[in-house]
């Protein structure tokens, strides 16, 4: 996994755990929170695909001998 995609998933669970306590305090900035989780969690998809294309590029390109 790539280092930006792991620091992306830190990330991620990192706001998912501070949106439950914020909700959980009855505070509404729970929803930045839940807004920051989406986007790290996009980022990891990207991340993650983006090695996985890269990975198969070279791998079409490299001779299979």
């Known amino acids: 996994m790539p280092r930006l995609a792991l620091y992306a998933l830190v990330v ?3 706001s998912v755990v501070a949106a439950v ?4 305090q009855g505070s509404l900035l729970g929803i930045v929170w839940v807004l920051l989780a989406g986007l790290t969690s996009n980022m990891t998809w990207y991340y993650v695909r983006r090695a996985k294309a890269e990975k198969q590029a070279k ?5 299979t001998a």
């Open 12 to 14: 991620c669970a990192l």
């Open 21 to 24: 306590v914020a909700f959980v």
């Open 59 to 63: 791998a079409a390109i490299a001779p």
